[in-house]
């Protein structure tokens, strides 16, 4: 990798990992329509790592209380709502979890082609679209919240579907705000960017490659700073804006990606 993939491919990342656009599907593109080579697992590492640091950095109050009230619970039996919004993150995160377990070789080997991305890129979309109409005024998140938006997380393992996009989408036809759907889908983000970051460590680990830490400590750096300034624009100005920008540019891009796929078929 030389230095222009390297910016690009964290600039990506960090951009496209909290908005509603898929960050697997544009990290996966530029080696489909490009030159050049995989980024390897140590760069997948990097930048789910720097996601993750500005993620907790933007909660950083949230894990705070979290923390705090986990240790009042497990001392005094002493239950707020704190520990009940952990424990329902805790809860919408086994389905991914069994997901990927699962399924996520089969996906990396079947799912990653330009026209599968194309098509969950627009499909799901036009999901989100429909799930903004409803335009709902609930602002905190029940048990059964909890589980629906677990159970969408898992789709997030097809490239285009985009986990933020998912779960957003669910909690709004679930008649959330914007703004509470856009939280929890972020907080939601955590134990699962948490997860996979392990998981690809621990794949990693298990074929060593060296490790280039100036790069990737760019990369990281790069993806973690563009990553929290994104979760504070995108918070911001979600009930403002609502869904449909990102509606565009997926149907754009989707639409793209399909001219690309059917292009050579035509000559």
Request: with cysteine.
């Amino acid at each position: 990798m030389d230095w222009l993939q390297i910016i690009t491919l964290a600039l990506i990342q960090g951009i496209t990992e909290f908005l509603p656009i898929s960050s697997s599907a544009h990290l996966i593109l530029p080696a489909q329509l490009t030159d050049w080579p995989d980024q390897g697992l140590a760069f997948d590492v990097a930048v789910h790592l720097g996601t993750l640091v500005a993620v907790c950095v933007y909660f950083r109050a949230d894990l705070v209380g979290y923390s705090s009230s986990g240790l009042a619970y497990v001392r005094r039996r002493t239950h707020d709502d704190s520990v009940d919004e952990m424990l329902k993150l805790a809860m919408a995160t086994v389905p991914v979890v069994v997901t990927g377990y699962l399924f996520r070789d089969w996906i990396a080997a079947n799912l990653r082609g330009i026209e599968t991305i194309a098509i969950a890129t627009i499909a799901f979309g036009l999901l989100l679209a429909l799930a903004d109409r409803r335009r709902g005024e609930l602002t905190s998140i029940s048990w059964w919240h909890a589980a629906v938006i677990g159970m969408a997380q898992a789709l997030a393992f097809i490239p285009g579907t985009s986990r933020s996009g998912i779960t957003i989408t669910a909690a709004l036809w679930l008649g959330l705000r914007r703004r509470s759907a856009a939280r929890f889908s972020f907080l939601l983000a955590i134990p699962t960017i948490s997860g996979a970051a392990l998981l690809t460590t621990a794949d990693l680990l298990s074929n060593p490659v060296p490790v280039l830490w100036r790069e990737m400590a760019l990369a990281a750096s790069l993806a973690g700073l563009s990553a929290y300034l994104c979760i504070a624009a995108f918070v911001r100005l979600v009930e403002r804006t609502g869904m449909w920008p990102y509606v565009i540019y997926r149907i754009l891009l989707g639409v793209g990606l399909g001219a690309i796929v059917i292009a050579p078929s035509l000559r």
